[in-house]
């Protein structure tokens, strides 16, 4: 039974979610909720894999590889933390029961994606974000003191009766439609990118970048919401909906980009950013809306060992990549920017956090390496946690005091709650976030985002 004030309020069920509940004590009362099921999060469709530092040799190379595909806007001391931490997180991963792909010898099958310079990424078939966040929701239903809301939607958050600047918990509206008022010491935002807006996109369609529109209304500064990823190869279709990911490991294990006449144009390691670049021009210069990534050179067992997920998908559509070029074009796939937050997940307004894509900490800088997404999130959600916990050993003897203070706002009512119902509110909440891409890349908007139209 939901109760009107927890510890903590964990808004998405992603793996940044996730973990920072199971990384926050077992006598903290969580509360997480999610706008669809806990599955249906972009974590849980990640393919390629997690990077992870293989030991301290590849420090400076790892560093360089980061830094480079984000050209060079990275936070140096986020990227510094991720690295650092990238083993440990993946102990605690294989403590949860997450495998991954390992020889015959027992030590780990790395493989690379584009803009690594060595082999450092562990995986598990082509559905590591499936088995991360699976094994991560097994764990979050084992704690009795998280409480998971499925089909429950944030649509603002309280901030005091004042301008106090201080986040007293969020609005939320359950699948019934009714609107409640829930407080917390701590809020996590962890609600995803903004894939939901694009026509072409990876991400699933509730993922509509809610968090951000509302962080605008409340002051809470963003930064380089601009800084959005297109992937350069999803499976090309004229139906609607999410697009599937061709993952970036099929160009790491060998696949080759062909134009309509089977020639190549570019070298297919490149940094994602610039591929795409290549592959939105070379459609333009044919005339195209698809180019081809072309397998059919590589082993046909191999291929379907490594990638038996790709491999089904691409048959359910009619095409054997064994065989033959599967038709691919660019999709919305990741948010480098979001809210602005430190290196422990804090944001410009007290008692917030954010983890995940729907933060920016400067890790990825202008453009993300592969596969680190993941590790980023689960990195900056533990430390976000181990923030929360510090701060409230800190303000405990203040919280008779601050629980008084709620009573008396138990019944207040936000703004939010009393005029917009959901179709409302999603295009007030689209058109905040266009503005504020517009102002900060007017270019990059006009060239990819009205497409989302």
Not at 389 to 411: F, G, S
Request: aromatic share 8%; net charge negative; glycine share 6%.
């Amino acid at each position: 039974m939901m109760q009107n004030k927890y510890q903590v309020i964990v808004v998405g069920t992603g793996a940044a979610g996730l973990y920072a509940a199971l990384s926050l004590p077992e006598d903290m009362s969580i509360l997480m909720i999610t706008k669809d099921s806990m599955e249906n999060s972009d974590s849980y469709l990640a393919q390629g894999g997690i990077s992870v530092l293989k030991d301290e040799s590849d420090y400076a190379a790892y560093f360089e590889d980061t830094m480079r595909a984000g050209h060079y806007e990275n936070n140096k001391e986020s990227v510094h933390v991720m690295i650092e931490s990238s083993r440990a997180i993946i102990n605690k991963l294989i403590e949860y029961g997450v495998e991954f792909d390992c020889y015959d010898d027992g030590s780990f099958a790395y493989t690379r994606e584009g803009a690594h310079s060595t082999y450092r990424i562990l995986r598990h078939d082509d559905l590591t974000g499936k088995e991360i966040t699976s094994k991560l929701i097994m764990q979050v239903k084992k704690r009795s003191n998280i409480e998971v809301m499925e089909y429950t939607t944030m649509i603002d958050l309280i901030s005091g009766s004042d301008t106090s600047s201080i986040c007293e918990g969020i609005v939320l509206e359950e699948s019934t439609g009714e609107i409640k008022n829930v407080y917390a010491d701590a809020v996590i935002l962890a609600t995803g990118g903004i894939g939901g807006l694009f026509r072409n996109s990876t991400n699933f369609s509730h993922i509509t970048g809610d968090s951000f529109a509302i962080a605008l209304r409340h002051n809470v500064e963003l930064q380089d919401i601009h800084y959005i990823q297109i992937h350069p190869t999803a499976l090309y279709t004229k139906k609607k909906g999410r697009k599937f990911l061709m993952s970036e490991s099929l160009r790491g294990e060998g696949g080759l980009l062909r134009n309509s006449k089977g020639k190549r144009f570019v070298d297919e390691l490149l940094p994602r950013d610039v591929v795409t670049a290549a592959i939105k021009e070379e459609m333009e210069k044919e005339g195209t809306d698809h180019v081809y990534l072309d397998l059919s050179h590589l082993p046909a067992d191999m291929l379907k060992k490594r990638f038996p997920n790709i491999y089904e998908k691409c048959l359910e559509e009619g095409y054997d990549l064994t065989k033959e070029p599967i038709p691919v074009a660019p999709a919305q796939h990741y948010l480098m920017g979001g809210i602005k937050v430190d290196t422990e997940g804090a944001t410009t307004l007290k008692n917030l956090y954010a983890v995940g894509e729907t933060a920016c900490n400067g890790v990825h800088g202008a453009n993300r390496l592969a596969s680190n997404s993941l590790l980023e999130s689960l990195v900056f959600a533990e430390r976000a946690a181990d923030k929360i916990i510090e701060e409230y050993k800190n303000e405990c003897n203040e919280q008779v005091q601050y629980e008084q203070e709620l009573v008396a706002r138990q019944t207040e009512k936000s703004l939010e709650s009393q005029v917009l119902d959901e179709d409302k509110r999603y295009e007030l909440f689209k058109q905040l976030i266009w503005k504020e891409i517009k102002r900060e890349d007017e270019t990059f908007y006009v060239r990819w985002c009205n497409n989302a139209y």
